[in-house]
């Protein structure tokens, strides 16, 4: 249904007078009758009753009418959406992030940012790099916070945060009592290790860094999230090399000694498809390097 001839029958079922419709409507009159005879003849039914005196809805004007606002208003609707949109203050941010981003400003740029655009429909998900990385390709994230820097190439990637690997222990453990910790003095302890499947890249940098230092460890225990790992750690159950960032989480049970001879880094990048930026990507991003994320 064409919105320009719907809008001119519902000022003129307002008015019930052509002259004082088109006065309103800002054009001559008989383009406005033009406009209702076209109408009438698309809907083929007779919206007006007209005499020399008077314009009248018909039944089928008055059903019309209530339709008409309806639609109207949703057209409205949907084209300030568009602007809002357009202008960056509607529309969605769809997030993937990796566990160890709560623990490195993420949530507090996430809530700053929903502060300012209120209007933007804001959803995350928690997955490892390699599904966030399957999600962006198929258009089902906009921006993704991931371990590693390998990518395919049809994804940029920016570098948010470097910090190090720090040995994580029971607070019970002899090691703990050490202001530092040798990586060599983890030779034969059990090692709670980040998964290969859940993330090759951390898991082939802890085993490098444990090689370097002249041991291959003895991975005792593989889970999917950092948090699993500092749980089984304050359990007794071994020890762990997790990013400094991980000593926030306010665990019991555990405690954390830098590394005495390791230079291994871990980082944090935020990944979107290439192209034109989505701007709550770009605005979220500006965020978290404004103030900087932990390190």
């Known amino acids: 249904m064409d919105l320009r001839q719907l809008r001119y029958f519902a000022v003129l ?8 419709a088109a006065q309103r409507l800002a054009i001559s009159q008989p383009p406005l ?12 039914a007779r919206l007006f009753e007209r005499t020399s005196k008077a314009v009248r809805l018909t039944p089928a004007g008055l059903a019309l009418q209530a339709s008409a606002a309806r639609l109207l208003a949703q057209a409205a609707e949907a084209a300030q959406e568009v602007r809002d949109v357009a202008e960056g203050s509607a529309g969605r941010l769809r997030v993937g992030f990796v566990g160890a981003m709560l623990y490195r400003g993420l949530p507090q740029a996430l809530r700053r940012f929903q502060a300012a655009h209120p209007r933007v429909r804001l959803s995350l998900t928690e997955l ?14 906009d921006l993704g916070f991931i371990h590693t820097s390998r990518i395919p190439d ?12 720090v040995c994580c222990l029971p607070s019970g453990h002899a090691l703990a009592r050490r202001r530092e910790v040798a990586l060599s003095a983890l030779r034969d302890q059990p ?6 499947e ?5 898991h082939g940098r802890i085993l490098d860094l444990c090689v370097a230092a002249g041991f291959v460890p003895q991975v005792r225990h593989e889970v999917r999230h950092w948090l699993a790992v500092l749980a089984l750690v304050a359990e007794g159950l071994g020890v762990g090399l997790v990013p400094a960032a991980m000593q926030r989480a306010g665990l019991r049970g555990v405690v954390f000694r830098p590394l005495a001879d390791a230079s291994g880094q871990s980082e944090a990048h935020a990944i979107w498809r290439r192209g034109p930026p989505h701007v709550h990507a770009q605005r979220l991003l500006a965020l978290m390097e404004a103030d900087g994320a932990p390190n």
Do not use: C, K
Request: no cysteine; hydrophobic share 40%; proline share 4%.
């Open 13 to 20: 079922a307002e008015e019930l007078h052509f002259g004082r």
């Open 33 to 44: 009758s033009v406009a209702i005879r076209q109408l009438e003849a698309r809907l083929d």
């Open 128 to 141: 490892n790099s390699a599904e966030q990385t399957a999600r962006l390709h198929h258009d089902q994230l």
């Open 154 to 165: 049809e994804l940029a990637q920016r570098l948010l945060v470097r910090e190090p690997f």
């Open 191 to 196: 090692l709670v290790l980040f998964s290969r």
């Open 198 to 202: 859940a993330s090759p890249d951390y």
